[in-house]
């Protein structure tokens, strides 16, 4: 059974960090890749950034230069590590796999950053 856990959300002041983790069961990191999306209240959902099963990174503009990408395929763990984090960081966190052939989400993480 596939099952996504997201963790490492909480309330930070403007310029503080936090890193999120998403422990994926059933998922194969060496054949997926994994990505973070995120949806601020009364937005739709976002990417953010993801990680293909080789290792290359992608992350949306506005994210660039902030927040890093990476998995611990030991772990089948996706991190987001998340610096300089801003108000309109504001947003509940997923992770889901790249290219999978149906919907597939954990339950989020709430990140809330204030200024």
């Known amino acids: 059974q596939v099952q996504l856990a997201e963790s490492g959300g909480g309330s930070v002041q403007a310029g503080g960090s936090l890193r999120l983790s998403c422990s994926a069961s059933g998922i194969i990191f060496s054949e997926n890749g994994m990505g973070w999306y995120r949806q601020p209240p009364g937005y739709e959902r976002q990417l953010v950034a993801d990680?293909?099963?080789?290792?290359?990174?992608h992350y949306q503009d506005f994210v660039k230069g902030r927040f890093t990408i990476s998995v611990d395929k030991i772990a089948n763990t996706v991190y987001l590590q998340m610096n300089n984090l801003q108000p309109e960081d504001t947003a509940d966190y997923y992770c889901?796999?790249?290219?999978?052939?149906?919907?597939?989400w954990g339950q989020g993480t709430q990140v809330t950053v204030s200024s």
């Open positions: 990680i293909s099963s080789t290792g290359d990174t």
């Open positions: 889901s796999p790249c290219g999978w052939p149906y919907d597939l």
